[in-house]
């Protein structure tokens, strides 16, 4: 079942970039962006991170901790950070845990590809309550990154 508004975010742990052990309660006392996304160095998912990243100001105004998930290794994620000098944090779902507690993993994706994370976007209170969810089952299709900042802002 879909996630809804007002619920409690599933915690999950993951490895970032550089090897850190990353639990979503890290971030207990400030808002958090969850970006899912399918694959690092593809052309939607690069547009979608490079606009977050160029706007990074705008999360760092409210206190957001920004985060970046994909079922991509974290070596392929740390490489993809550094190519497109992303200033937030990137998670490897490689097992797929964090996507399937947020009810977004394709289970068939591009034909014969499995397991692969939808594009989402949460934004999750200091209380850890789910504040906005947007799961898009089109993955050529950008989430609403202006509701995400209009969230936010309202928080």
């Known amino acids: 079942m879909p996630l809804q508004i007002g619920q409690p975010a599933p915690e999950f742990k993951s490895h970032d970039t550089e090897k850190n052990l990353v639990h979503l309660s890290d971030f207990k006392g400030r808002p958090v962006v969850l970006l899912f996304f399918p694959a690092a160095f593809t052309n939607v998912c690069t547009a979608e991170l490079c606009s977050v990243r160029d706007e990074i100001s705008l999360y760092n105004k409210v206190n957001a901790e920004v985060i970046g998930i994909s079922v991509d290794m974290p070596f392929s994620l740390k490489k993809y ?9 990137l998670l490897s779902d490689f097992n797929k845990t964090i996507s399937i507690a947020y009810d977004c993993l394709y289970e068939t994706f591009a034909g014969w590809l499995h397991g692969v994370s939808k594009r989402s976007a949460f934004v999750i209170d200091k209380d850890g309550i789910i504040q906005y969810a947007e799961v898009l089952e089109n993955a050529g299709e950008l989430p609403n990154l202006a509701e995400v900042k209009k969230t936010l802002a309202n928080l």
């Open 81 to 89: 950070k550094e190519d497109q000098n992303l200033n937030f944090t």
